[in-house]
């Protein structure tokens, strides 16, 4: 099965940048999608960012602009560029694969953002 390792995390201050990855294993020919959610404290877990098979990225209408997904296909691995990080970014990070119709879930890496 695909499993996922994220990687990146940490505590900054408003307007700092992270940049979260993502490293799939496993039989990695069946994903078809790769993603970033977020779960703020005390919220639901939301979409941030996902990057489909022919590269067409989405984005939440909160980080468009700031953040970046990317990929490198040779690696499995997966990427998120944050900058202008600010305080409504805090929260667990969750990087996700679509492997034949399925998502999969990376364990979570966490975001701090303050002063």
């Known amino acids: 099965q695909v499993r996922l390792a994220e990687s990146g995390g940490g505590l900054v201050q408003p307007g700092e940048s992270l940049r979260l990855s993502c490293t799939a294993s496993?039989?990695?020919?069946?994903?078809?999608?790769m993603g970033w959610y977020r779960r703020p404290e005390g919220k639901e877990r939301e979409m941030v960012a996902t990057?489909?098979?022919?590269?067409?990225?989405t984005y939440a209408d909160s980080v468009k602009g700031r953040f970046t997904i990317s990929r490198n296909k040779a690696r499995n691995t997966w990427y998120l560029q944050m900058n202008s990080l600010n305080v409504e970014d805090a929260a667990v990070y969750y990087c996700n694969a679509v492997v034949y119709g399925r998502p999969v879930w990376g364990q979570g890496t966490q975001v701090a953002v303050s002063s």
């Open positions: 496993g039989p990695v020919g069946g994903i078809y999608g």
């Open positions: 990057i489909a098979i022919d590269g067409s990225v």
